[in-house]
């Protein structure tokens, strides 16, 4: 089921038991994490704040906290359901000349019914003022952090030469009433189209920030889409209605109509400022860096928003949820490119880019090799710090299982492979920013082909016969519990 906005989907949270409604004040400056930490390590649930102090706006957190909340989130059961029909979404969106166009033309019917829809009145209008951020109940998340950032926006950009826009997710710093930090890491679309700008002798570029929305249109702001294709698209995809957008009141940009809070401004092309320190989602505070600047030059708003957010931190939190459904919706499309892969875990303790552990049908000599270097080559997974290799029999989200062939399958001097390239953004581990080096683990068995001319043992299995013989007579044997 598709929410229109952000109070359907709270509506929906509130009627299935998913909500906690806090009346009494509460200060966004470390208290409303504090709260929400502990609320989220004990897989609780989302929390609506009504009563911030020195703010008139209600927050809410936590909504996608557990792999439940997130399916909401997406409009499906589980996450399976999206990951089947994504490889339709690629084709569909990946349309291009006019052949393709004819084969697909009912395909492109589906594509009229997903596109965002232009309308010119929208709630996210309703009161047009001028901006003062101050008044936002933005949280100040943790105790050596830079100053208060706003950690769920949706950053709409243009690209000047193609015209398409592009919603990425990146925090923004409040600095004062009416400008924040920019913090689009390079690797991003976002950066991406700022440097467009510049080499095009831009002065300016207009951004405007959503904040709320459907809770599908808040995940697809974080999925590491290919760059032709517009987040408010596969939005529309994902809840099987387009996205309707409204053109802002001072820039040229479409913004999602149903948002709760929108930002209106730009970015000055030669400004940087010092943005950070942050606690980040890996555990630790992301260094202080320089990064643009983020002038707003009008709020639109609903006559009475609720301000989204989120806290990153040690995990587990809200963010590993939103990871973990890009880890399952984004699957089917690395089999596509990788079709020997069979499955994927990305370890919350990992943060998503430091550490993969993929499963794999080996079928000639150092495959593991080719999947590791296969996956450094795509997308966001460039940056994955450590990526483990196993049989297509482990299963990687049994990390007792894949650590045991870890620890036993491998010889060092073979079997890691020691590579430098990209790393994330907010790896500081290494000792040169946004590169360094990774590691593969080739933990699959070894083969005589590959060198290992010693005989490999087998893994140590009962046969069938006698587990079925045991199951039978579980009871038998005077144990209540289920023999499995
Ligand atoms: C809660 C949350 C906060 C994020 N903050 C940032 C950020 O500050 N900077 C950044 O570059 N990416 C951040 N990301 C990741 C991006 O949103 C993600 O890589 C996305 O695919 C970027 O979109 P783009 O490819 O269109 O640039 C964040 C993700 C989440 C879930
Ligand atoms: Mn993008």
New binding site residues.
């Given amino acids: 089921m598709a929410y229109d906005n952000l109070r359907a989907f709270i509506k929906d949270l509130q009627d299935q038991g998913e909500l906690h409604t806090i009346d009494i004040e509460v200060d966004s400056y470390l208290e409303i994490t504090e709260i929400t930490d502990r609320i989220s390590k004990q897989y609780g649930k989302a929390l609506l704040f009504t009563n911030v102090k020195n703010s008139p706006y209600p927050v809410l957190i936590n909504s996608m906290g557990t792999d439940k909340r997130m399916s909401m989130a997406l409009g499906v059961q589980d996450y399976d359901q999206v990951a089947e029909e994504m490889q339709n979404f690629m084709d569909l969106a990946n349309y291009k000349g006019l052949w393709n166009q004819l084969k697909m033309a009912p395909d492109l019917y589906k594509l009229s019914k997903i596109f965002p829809k232009k309308v010119t009145s929208a709630p996210c209008q309703e009161v047009v003022e001028e901006p003062d951020l101050t008044q936002l109940p933005v949280l100040h998340c943790w105790p050596k952090d830079a100053g208060p950032f706003v950690?769920?926006p949706l950053v709409i950009t243009k690209d000047p030469e193609t015209g398409q826009q592009?919603?990425?997710?990146?925090?923004l710093q409040v600095y004062d009433k009416n400008t924040t930090g920019m913090?689009?890491?390079m690797?991003?679309?976002?950066?991406e189209i700022y440097e467009k700008y510049r080499k095009l002798g831009y002065k300016r570029m207009p951004v405007s920030v959503a904040l709320g929305g459907d809770p599908s249109l808040i995940y697809s702001?974080?999925?590491?889409?290919p760059?032709m294709i517009d987040?408010m698209l596969f939005a529309g995809y994902l809840r099987k209605k387009p996205i309707e957008v409204v053109k802002c009141v001072t820039n040229e940009l479409f913004v999602p109509a149903e948002a709760e809070f929108i930002l209106e401004g730009y970015v000055e092309l030669d400004e940087l400022r010092l943005e950070g320190p942050f606690g980040d989602?890996t555990g630790y505070y992301s260094l202080a860096d320089m990064y643009p600047v983020f002038h707003v030059e009008k709020v639109t708003r609903r006559t009475s928003p609720i301000y989204p957010t989120?806290i990153?931190g040690q995990p587990p939190m809200?963010?590993c949820y939103?990871?973990k459904a890009t880890e399952r919706v984004f699957l089917p499309l690395m089999k596509l490119m990788l079709p020997e892969i069979v499955d994927m875990h990305l370890p919350f303790e990992g943060v998503f880019h430091n550490c993969a552990i993929v499963s794999i049908k080996k079928s000639f000599p150092k495959h593991a090799q080719k999947v590791m270097y296969g996956l450094w080559g795509m997308g966001?997974m460039m940056y994955t710090k450590m990526i483990i290799i196993v049989d297509e029999n482990v299963d990687p989200h049994d990390v007792s299982k894949v650590m045991w062939k870890v620890f036993n399958n491998i010889d060092p001097k073979r079997d890691l492979v020691l590579t430098e390239g990209p790393l994330d953004?907010l790896d500081h581990s290494s000792n040169t920013a946004y590169f360094g080096h990774r590691l593969g683990i080739d933990a699959t068995k070894k083969w005589p082909n590959e060198g290992h001319t010693r005989e490999w043992p087998d893994d140590i299995e009962m046969s069938d016969e006698i587990k079925s013989m045991v199951e039978a007579k579980w009871r038998e044997y005077g144990f209540e519990n289920d023999p499995s």
């Fill in positions: 950690t769920l592009n919603m990425g997710m990146y925090r913090h689009w890491h690797h991003k679309d976002g950066k702001a974080t999925a590491p889409l760059k987040e989602h989120t990153v809200e963010d939103i990871g966001q953004a």
